[in-house]
């Protein structure tokens, strides 16, 4: 229902709920009388209907956010009634804290005892990110250190290899502590049979990849190697082929000169993408990308671009992913052509490198160029799989949520590293999903109907266009650029982690942050936490209230609102000034931690400890629970 439709019919006549004008009333009767140009209609007696506040509270609750809003203005009734709903105020604080609710969703009619504890317990959860205050802080020791780790769900894995074996044949599956169980955390240990390169979990499928290597790793160039690769889907609930699967083991294969490699696997839906990458600039004939529907065993696809490197790719969309190159300088779009229907003949790949965003120019007279450029993102999550849940297994259980990140409205960070000689400084660039599939949309505009025209070229956008100059509904901007104060870390991803809106980052004092390009050790093992917001909803709404003035929070964090435009000046690096003007909101704790890098997922924070600094192998955990 429109809220123009919704408004209009509340502000007929200021006294009452609903008018029907002379035009309805004249429907019930016998004999119709129309009015003549002479006639008045606002002259005649009109029918008064009341519409109890149970049923105008249900049909608010068919609007989205904004068309609620819009209603408060129509007159003081409705105000009341939308102020004194608890499951309206409930929807509008969900809907400003862009998350989604797991479990029963709240209508009319559910009780409104329940709707008082969650609309309590939303508020608590925002407040606490928005001040960092934390309702418990634990260590979690890890045990033997192995750099293969995972986090889902409130689950974090790590491995554990045997005695004399380059490969773990384990996994350690440690339930991390929650709102709901702070002490009684579980841990569990499951011999996976197989030497495992890479693991990749999705709790709402219950689906466990284990990537496994069909030779050691030596590191030496071979003219003409073979390289296999075995991927296992397994159930999570009890380690077996995964019911789903129809294949238990996918094989891939090819010939290379090249064994040193690195992998990175994410699902989404039924997509499950690993990027092989050698890590090495140059070495084309290394570097892909390949995706398969993990229920059918079929290959949707493979990318392969000679003489680029990739280091990262992320799902933006089931059909939609994105691979940065830093050869290139890019930033690449592609997208699964739709399969053609039966009669017409399948033309082109079945994956089309649909739009490159270019990277902001180098200055080309200092000699710094692009070495890596990741980038990172949260899949969006599939309704829980009651199976998993339900299923008798020993590996800890995550928790039910009540609420879940709004990921499809997420967004995806972008981190490019710039070096010249023994200097190196790291470029990150937020921006939303809702930017990069409206490049998408465009794009798809300009090569016409895949179905019955061959997509054979891709439209290059230069950075000063498709950052900080196209807009869409929400706000003037599509991206926030600015320079990440870690360069050091033993692993790149350890410098910003991104959930749904938030980005979490470990930063040094400014005050101790000099020009020097090799930090001390105390400042190697000590960084402040930093939390970023880019809700636009929650930066456009008035973020602190007078709970948030309160003097323990002052003085533990400081807060600050970002509107502006960013300026990162042209010079030595940059061939032009970088601008971007994407707001968020930004907290950071005045305390330093003794933490190698942070992560993040619903209601956690996760400080990572390292046994010396620039060891990539993980100790223990520090788990701040929201």
């Not at 160039?221 to 129809?246: C, D, E, I, M």
């Not at 690195?262 to 993408?273: C, D, E, N, P, R």
């Not at 879940?404 to 470029?427: C, K, M």
């Not at 032009?576 to 993040?600: D, H, K, Q, W």
């Amino acid at each position: 229902m429109p809220a123009a439709l919704v408004a209009s019919s509340f502000t007929l006549h200021s006294k009452t709920d609903y008018s029907v004008t002379m035009l309805s009333r004249r429907g019930f009767q016998d004999k119709p009388q129309w009015p003549t140009r002479t006639t008045s209609l606002l002259r005649r007696r009109v029918v008064q209907v009341q519409l109890p506040d149970e049923l105008l509270i249900h049909i608010l609750c068919f609007l989205n956010l904004r068309d609620l809003l819009r209603c408060r203005l129509a007159n003081r009734r409705v105000y009341t009634v939308i102020n004194n709903s608890l499951t309206l105020q409930f929807r509008i604080e969900l809907s400003h804290a862009a998350l989604l609710q797991f479990s029963q969703p709240v209508t009319g009619k559910t009780s409104h005892s329940t709707t008082l504890q969650r609309l309590d317990l939303l508020r608590k959860l925002q407040f606490s990110w928005r001040n960092l205050a934390w309702r418990s802080r634990k260590t979690i020791p890890l045990g033997q250190p192995y750099p293969l780790y995972e986090l889902s769900s409130g689950i974090f894995i790590t491995a554990a290899r045997r005695a004399g074996v380059a490969k773990p044949h384990k996994l350690i599956f440690q339930e991390l502590p929650s709102l709901d169980n702070h002490s009684n955390i579980s841990r569990a240990t499951i011999d996976c049979g197989i030497p495992t390169s890479q693991v990749c979990i999705d709790v709402s499928q219950d689906l466990l990849v284990l990537l496994e290597e069909g030779h050691q790793n030596t590191g030496l160039l071979r003219q003409g190697h073979k390289l296999s690769f075995r991927v296992h889907l397994r159930s999570l609930a009890n380690n077996t082929l995964h019911p789903a699967a129809r294949r238990q083991v996918l094989e891939y294969e090819w010939t290379s000169s090249w064994t040193s490699y690195t992998f990175v696997m994410q699902i989404m839906g039924h997509s499950l993408g690993i990027l092989f990458s050698s890590g090495v600039l140059g070495d084309s004939d290394f570097e892909r990308f390949v995706v398969w529907d993990w229920r059918t065993g079929a290959m949707r696809g493979m990318v392969f671009m000679p003489g680029s490197r990739y280091d990262s790719f992320t799902f933006i969309s089931p059909d939609t992913f994105v691979i940065p190159c830093a050869r290139t300088e890019t930033i690449n779009v592609f997208l699964f052509r739709p399969t053609p229907p039966p009669g017409i003949p399948d033309r082109g790949p079945s994956i089309h490198h649909l739009c490159a965003l270019k990277l902001p120019a180098l200055n080309p007279t200092t000699g710094y160029k692009y070495i890596n450029v990741t980038c990172q993102s949260q899949p969006t999550p599939d309704p829980p799989a009651h199976a998993y849940y339900a299923a008798p297994h020993t590996i800890p259980r995550p928790k039910s949520k009540l609420f879940a990140q709004d990921q499809a409205n997420g967004i995806v960070q972008f981190t490019a590293s710039v070096s010249r000689h023994a200097r190196t400084v790291d470029l990150l660039i937020i921006t939303h999903r809702k930017a990069l599939m409206s490049f998408v949309t465009s794009s798809q505009d300009a090569l016409g109907d895949p179905l019955t025209e061959p997509w054979e070229s891709y439209p290059m956008m230069p950075a000063k266009t498709w950052g900080p100059d196209i807009g869409f509904k929400e706000w003037r901007a599509v991206s926030r650029c600015m320079l990440s104060q870690f360069t050091y870390l033993a692993n790149s991803n350890w410098r910003s982690q991104v959930f749904g809106y938030r980005v979490a980052q470990l930063v040094r004092n400014p005050a101790e942050t000099t020009n020097a390009t090799v930090a001390p050790v105390s400042l190697a093992r000590a960084g402040h936490i930093r939390v970023l917001d880019f809700n636009p909803l929650f930066v456009k709404r008035p973020p602190l209230f007078p709970e948030d003035y309160h003097h323990i929070i002052q003085s533990t964090v400081t807060r600050r609102m970002v509107t502006d435009v960013g300026i990162i000046p042209k010079g030595e690096i940059w061939v032009e000034n970088i601008e971007s003007s994407l707001p968020y909101y930004e907290v950071t704790t005045r305390e330093a931690f003794p933490l190698a890098g942070i992560m993040m997922d619903e209601e956690r924070l996760i400080g990572l400890r390292t046994a010396s600094p620039g060891s990539p192998d993980l100790v223990a955990l520090d788990v701040f629970v929201i």
